[in-house]
């Protein structure tokens, strides 16, 4: 059992570390995290099943056209991307939120029919091989598809070492790696060093994408998604995401940790466990490597700057309080919306419900990216940890006050202790221990009995009443109201936090911790208080969930929805509660109510293009993933902005108007 299972995780070690280098290539030449870096391979995985299953093309032809259209997938992405980007910002924030829109996108490209070989013929030849061949190794039958991993692994890994290390264009993208200045006053050009690291990340992405589907037998987009991510960033941690030999070897290590833990307990979630354990460990060992490699401060954004309201319209009320006039007006909205005809049956109320506890996670993730200028890649998960706890108490019949607050306090515990190892790292380390948490929670903690208090994982729960019962909570009308009533109160909130001495310490750890800590503030005090504030949020959303949903399953909080809501605070302007609200009902509104109704009426068009399930969560990915992409490359202040420009003009307007008027007044009254 052993040998087999150390068998298993040297192969799947390779995999990893085949991810794992290609992160780190990245990394060198650009100086950031390429969290799409798995979905770079997705279309070429596609495509090697569609050019064999469906147009019958020899596997050794199809296999090399697959890399060359992954390694042009990853010049493509720096081309359209990240260099316009780098033009406009140097914010590794920036960056790092600019790859999970691009692998949004990616990913949304999967659900299309169009580029998806025929399932029938896919299920009857399995996923293509190049051979049908056996081989007993340490006493497992290795078929084709790990006699592949076995051979192809190496070779790659190998031929990329000694392009980097003896060729001349591997020489220059390792100069420039280690000086840029330097490097380009040599007459290289890092522009050129930076496309042939994403070619070449991007044709390793689709050799693994590639065997990660042989050994399925199938494409699976999730396969390539957070927990391969994971795993890939958790390697790359051991060379502290700039040495390839120790990337490879981090592979290994942890692709022979999960297979051990998976031999001796046959259970998956705790092999994720103790993945998740292990790369905590390196996060703490190589800390100090690690926080000089990602030595940075600041916000992925400037600012905005305060508005400018002319004299001459100052003395109106809407003027003066303009955030409360539009909250007002939001609310306004928010209680007329259940009447109106497109939502008035309970199954919309319920999804308009659900949409308000989407923007209290907004709210919570712009506190955390936009104030903290850190990133949470597993956020929706403390919803799911406030959403169980909430359930389980829920049966000894408390109502949905104290359960959003048990719920909460379980929340910005479990954000606290995810953070914890890794703001002891200067950087972006959360975003890895987040990504780890999320998954962890998903894989184990959601379907363990000590936590869950239920055999099947699942929690049922009936309506639970209110404390006081000021309305019927027992509807889904009652719940709407009930989750517009907390969203109020956690905007409001939020917003006199932002405007008060620890909100503006916040910032100010933020864009500089080692002049804030020169002032006798403790950054890491700081951030872990803000964790925990967005944690008890997300906490309180999830007992909200439970009363929505009547209870909670781990399929409700998948690691993919942690980072698919990361484009709701981008889109409403980072450090805007009131954008993230806005960014949730400008994403959610159509993918909820407009394109299935526009399905349903041109005879089921959604359906025939991506599937069954595939039309919803296509423009949920491409929405979100446009949205950031967007934003970040065109407008950087997002909705907010926007809102703020256009209601600076209309003050400069009223200004001007008023000043034409008195001007009119004054020449009659002067002429007469």
Same mark, same amino acid.
């Given at each position: ?45 596609? /495509?090697? *099943?569609?050019?064999? =299953?469906?147009?019958? +093309? ?11 259209? #992954?390694?042009?997938?990853? =010049? ?28 949004? @996108? ?31 190794? %340490? ?9 592949? @991993? ?31 200045? +330097? ?41 390539? %998604? ?30 022979? &940790? ?9 259970? &998956? ?11 905590? *460990?390196? $996060? ?26 002319? &004299? ?58 936009? +104030? #903290? ?12 940890? !406030? ?15 104290? /359960? ?22 200067? !950087? ?49 009308? !009652? ?10 109160? @956690?905007?409001?909130?939020? =917003? ?6 620890? %909100? ?15 002032? #006798? ?27 929505? $949903? ?28 009131? %954008? ?45 993933? $446009? ?13 907010? #902005? ?26 009659? *009254?002067?002429?007469?």
């Amino acid at each position: 059992m052993t040998s087999s299972a150390i068998v298993l995780g040297l192969l799947q070690g390779l995999l990893v570390a085949l991810l794992s280098v290609g992160i780190v290539l990245v990394y060198r030449s650009s100086r950031f995290l390429n969290l799409a870096h798995g979905q770079l391979g997705a279309v070429s995985a596609l /495509l090697m *099943a569609k050019l064999v =299953v469906d147009w019958g +093309w020899d596997y050794w032809l199809a296999f090399p056209t697959a890399l060359l259209v #992954g390694a042009a997938v990853g =010049v493509v992405v720096d081309r359209l991307f990240f260099r316009r980007l780098r033009a406009r910002s140097a914010s590794t924030v920036a960056s790092l939120l600019l790859s999970v829109g691009v692998s949004q @996108i990616l990913l949304a490209v999967t659900f299309i029919h169009a580029v998806k070989p025929d399932q029938f013929r896919l299920a009857q030849q399995g996923y293509p091989l190049p051979f049908k061949a056996s081989v007993t190794v %340490g006493g497992v039958v290795l078929h084709g598809q790990y006699i592949l @991993i076995a051979i192809l692994g190496p070779a790659v890994i190998v031929v990329l070492g000694a392009f980097l290390r003896f060729s001349l264009v591997g020489k220059m993208i390792r100069a420039a790696a280690s000086n840029p200045e +330097w490097a380009r006053s040599c007459g290289i050009s890092p522009t050129f060093t930076s496309a042939v690291a994403w070619g070449i990340a991007g044709a390793l992405s689709a050799v693994s994408a590639i065997l990660q589907s042989s050994t399925l037998g199938r494409f699976d987009a999730t396969a390539l %998604g957070p927990e391969q991510l994971f795993l890939a960033l958790g390697a790359a941690a051991f060379g502290a995401f700039a040495s390839i030999p120790l990337a490879v070897v981090g592979g290994l290590v942890l692709g022979l &940790a999960q297979q051990l833990t998976v031999a001796h307990t046959s259970n &998956a979630g705790t092999a994720q466990l103790v993945v998740f354990g292990v790369v905590l *460990a390196v $996060i703490f060992a190589r800390g100090r490597r690690i926080g000089s490699v990602f030595d940075a401060n600041g916000s992925a954004v400037d600012d905005l700057p305060p508005m400018r309201v002319p &004299a001459a319209a100052g003395s109106r009320a809407y003027v003066r309080r303009p955030v409360l006039a539009f909250g007002a007006l939001a609310l306004f909205v928010g209680v007329l919306a259940p009447a109106l005809p497109p939502f008035h049956r309970a199954s919309d109320q319920f999804l308009l419900a659900t949409l308000l506890i989407y923007a209290i996670v907004a709210v919570s993730l712009t506190m955390v990216t936009g +104030w #903290g200028g850190q990133l949470s890649l597993g956020h929706f998960a403390v919803v799911g940890v !406030g959403a169980y706890t909430a359930a389980r108490l829920s049966d000894h019949g408390y109502g949905l006050v104290p /359960l959003a607050l048990a719920g909460g306090a379980m929340g910005a515990l479990a954000l606290v202790i995810i953070a914890v190892p890794a703001l002891r790292v200067r !950087g972006f380390s959360l975003a890895v221990t987040s990504l780890g948490g999320g998954i962890v929670a998903s894989e184990y903690l959601f379907h363990t009995r000590w936590f869950t208090a239920s055999v099947t994982s699942s929690r049922d729960v009936g309506p639970i009443p209110l404390i006081p019962r000021s309305v019927d909570g027992s509807s889904q009308l !009652g719940v709407y109201y009930v989750s517009l009533a907390v969203l109020v109160l @956690i905007a409001a909130a939020s =917003v006199a936090l932002r405007r008060s001495l620890p %909100g503006r310490i916040m910032i100010a750890v933020r864009d500089d911790e080692r002049a804030s800590a020169s002032y #006798g503030i403790t950054p890491t005090t700081v951030k872990l208080t803000l964790l925990a504030i967005s944690g008890f949020f997300c906490g309180v959303a999830g007992a909200l969930w439970i009363d929505a $949903i009547r209870g909670a399953r781990p399929e409700h909080f998948p690691p993919t929805l942690s980072l698919a809501v990361l484009a709701l605070p981008v889109i409403g302007g980072l450090g805007s509660v009131g %954008g993230a609200v806005a960014a949730t009902v400008l994403i959610y509104v159509p993918t909820m109510f407009i394109l299935p109704s526009l399905s349903s009426s041109t005879g089921g068009w959604l359906t025939r293009t991506f599937g069954d399930s595939g039309g919803a969560e296509f423009f949920t990915f491409a929405l979100s993933g $446009i949205g950031i992409c967007a934003v970040l490359l065109v407008n950087p202040t997002g909705i907010s #902005g926007t809102v703020r420009r256009v209601w600076q003009r209309y003050l400069d307007a009223i200004a001007r108007a008023l000043a034409q008027r008195d001007h009119a007044l004054t020449t009659v *009254a002067s002429s007469s």
